[in-house]
């Protein structure tokens, strides 16, 4: 990622081949829009992401984490490092 990285990029469909539910329609466009639209929900850690816009684009707000939360915090995979390997 370094330091310097403005950007990461991740692709819906790795996502949710990893085994993620990725509910990209945007809340405006639901008729009944909920805690769970609009987001990336992740099964094991229980953890539910919600998704902004800028313009038309969904994007979760990202920084460089410290030291201490990089050796303190859990680690969430998102995508495999395997091409074409589903989650265990």
């Not at 990725?22 to 919600?50: A, W």
């Not at 800028?54 to 680690?75: A, T």
Request: net charge neutral; charged share 15%.
């Amino acid at each position: 990622m370094g330091d310097t990285m403005a950007r990461s990029y991740m692709n819906p469909n790795q996502m949710q081949y990893f085994g993620l539910v990725v509910n990209g329609v945007q809340k405006h466009l639901l008729p009944s829009p909920n805690d769970e639209s609009h987001s990336i929900y992740v099964t094991s850690p229980n953890l539910q992401i919600p998704l902004q816009l800028k313009g038309v684009l969904s994007y979760v707000p990202i920084r460089y984490p410290s030291d201490y939360k990089l050796q303190n915090c859990e680690w969430v995979p998102m995508t495999s490092d395997k091409i074409g390997t589903p989650p265990p």
